[in-house]
């Protein structure tokens, strides 16, 4: 949901390979799932709560388990919960975030502004494949990427079933997200949206691809007049060293200061 690149798929159809591949990482590496609001109906992703649930069974222990938390029967995991609360997600993290006596929860949020424009961003993404460049010594290198109503745009991940499909960016929403038109392989054109989280986690350069690029997009770097980065992206730049300043002679000035009697 809210990626382009990422299509909900028929059962006949097949998953996006490298999302794929990650999904069996997960697997492997989790030592405790949460399950909120799933029935776990059999979805290829219920291994991901299965592995941990199963393993929590053998003497001793080889997890610490699935925690599942819905109003509804799950297939099959119900018996090798660990925990296994029946209610309402409002309810039962209103009850923990009261317990742990936490700060309400905002009904919504919006991404920082750190951009001059809301439509053009400094990014560490090539602009060809949407893939995160490496960061060698110093701030990484930065390219535009144009989010504004208008733009033309490709899938950018390869083991996206749609990918290579070209669109447009279409309408922009209050919070930042993005609607896009993008010309599907089945010849039609579809409406895809992409959630403004995708802006934040690119000018953090926190995820590996970018789920769209430019077509066309030129291979420079913008300058900081253009695009303002994230700072946690941008290191700022070393003051060059010059010549020192000198201040012009003051005159003197007397200062009367009150000390308390002891």
């Known amino acids: 949901w809210f990626d382009p690149s990422n299509p909900v798929v028929k059962f006949s159809g097949s998953l996006r390979t490298d999302l794929f591949d990650w999904m069996l990482e997960l697997e492997d590496r989790a030592d405790m799932c949460l399950c909120c609001g799933t029935s776990l109906s059999g979805m290829n992703a219920d291994r991901v709560a299965r ?9 001793p222990p080889a997890a610490l388990g699935t ?5 509804q029967k799950t297939r099959s995991l119900d018996e090798y919960s660990v925990i296994r609360i029946w209610a309402r997600l409002d309810d039962v993290f209103g009850m923990l975030a009261q317990k742990l006596k936490l700060d309400p929860i905002p009904q919504s949020f919006s991404p920082p502004s750190q951009v001059r424009t809301p439509d053009l961003f400094a990014v560490p993404y090539d602009p060809s494949s949407g893939l995160k460049v490496a960061t060698l010594v110093g701030a990484p ?40 038109a993008i010309r599907e392989k089945d010849g039609r054109t579809h409406k895809r949206w992409m959630g403004f989280w995708w802006i934040d986690s690119a000018l953090r350069g926190a995820v590996p691809c970018l789920p769209i690029v430019n ?25 060059k060293p010059g010549p020192k300043k000198t201040n012009p002679p003051q005159p003197a000035t007397t200062q009367t200061t ?3 009697p002891t």
């Open 51 to 59: 592995r941990p649930a199963k393993k929590s069974t053998k003497t």
């Open 67 to 71: 925690v599942i938390i819905n109003l």
């Open 141 to 180: 290198k930065l390219f535009h990427w144009n989010l504004s109503v208008g733009q033309s745009v490709k899938i950018a991940p390869k083991g996206a079933s749609n990918a290579g499909c070209e669109g447009t960016v279409i309408s922009r929403s209050e919070d930042g997200s993005r609607v896009i």
């Open 215 to 239: 077509t066309g997009a030129a291979h420079t770097q913008p300058t900081p007049k253009a695009i303002v980065a994230h700072p946690s992206t941008t290191p700022k730049p070393a003051k």
């Open 258 to 260: 009150k000390t308390k």
